[in-house]
């Protein structure tokens, strides 16, 4: 069957633990590979260029802009981020299911590019639960606490175009359902009709009597 | 979120081990119910109504036909077969997935009626696998094991307009992935809009300042 990689899109309220599923998912299997994105922006210590982004000057991005090398990208704060095209059609050639953490709109482009990227939206088990990790450890004021929430509403706007949703209740099982969601996509009929058409035009050889 | 059961139908070339896994799949999960098929055929020695078949007359079949009674139905040898509507809308209602086991042309029909039925096809490992195990246990003429095999190349035909392909290699492992398939199912987003609305209008009275 067929193994290439699958490009998958994992977005979701801020808060709902996307991070750390995206973690366990590419510790506990072999085959996943998290994207990582170029950025404008000045390196924090500690932080290798090649691992947890690509840092590039403006120019280089624009040039990154300018030749289609991006599949999406987008100004936030006076920085570019965005996902390099090469580093995500390599993993997949090599068979890796590549995993991207990007926003609903970002996540739109893609699916435009590439459309059989699969698109995931983890959600809360319930809001209470939401609610209570965007007020974090109660060293927030409330206006920023407010404002959080404000924005997790905004936050699943164009979510009906997602594919799949995974409840982020019980951590363990959730990155078990986040994997088998994706495996199940190395499944679909489209993706394996090369492989249908070998083992009938095989079994037309036994049928015409070897 | 959305609990409703799942209407699947299973096909795949004769002799690949549908039955097998579906009998697994049901005894290892609690929430699957097999369709039982209605049928004018006679009972064999054994067979209980209600549990193997539903046993009709021909009138009595005729009268579910005529009253759209059936999701489908097929003449094959003089009998007719057919799925009862009431049986598989119950068992969803109650929240079992229900699993359909017809060939290609019957599940297209389902599918018309109920575009969202998932439709799964059992392939073989290989075509030598296939082969061997239509060739039975070595009593049968060369000519029918010949004629299965033709018939085995004709019983994919359509099998593209399906969703996905199962490989019956290490059964244990086809029935788990059978299962995640199905279960996969119940996270798609369009049967889930109304959970995700209710948490982001919950959501929103906490942003509101409760």
């Known amino acids: 069957m067929n193994r290439k990689g699958i490009l998958v899109v994992v977005s979701g309220f801020s808060g709902v ?30 932080e290798v260029d090649g691992r947890e982004y690509f840092f590039k000057s403006r120019d280089e991005f624009e040039t990154l802009i300018a030749e289609d090398r991006l599949i999406e990208y987008a100004e936030y704060c006076g920085n570019y981020y965005g996902t390099p095209r090469d580093y995500v059609e390599d993993q997949m050639e090599q068979g890796r299911d590549v995993v991207l953490e990007i926003e609903i709109q970002g996540a739109l482009k893609v699916k435009q590019k590439y459309p059989e990227t699969l698109l995931l939206f983890v959600m809360p088990p319930d809001a209470e639960t939401l609610a209570s990790r965007l007020r974090g450890r109660g060293s927030e004021t409330e206006d920023v606490i407010h404002s959080r929430l404000a924005r997790a509403v905004q936050e699943a706007e164009g979510v009906e175009q997602y594919d799949y949703m995974i409840i982020n ?3 363990d099982e959730s990155v078990e359902k986040l994997h088998y969601l994706i495996e199940s996509q190395h499944y679909k009929i489209n993706r394996n009709l090369d492989f249908i058409e070998q083992i009938r035009s095989e079994v037309r050889v036994f049928a015409k009597g070897e």
Do not use: C, F
């Open 17 to 46: 633990g996307k991070g750390t599923l995206m973690k366990l998912l590419t510790e506990r299997y072999g085959h996943y590979a998290l994207s990582i994105s170029a950025t404008t922006r000045t390196p924090r210590e500690g």
């Open 169 to 171: 209740d019980v951590l």
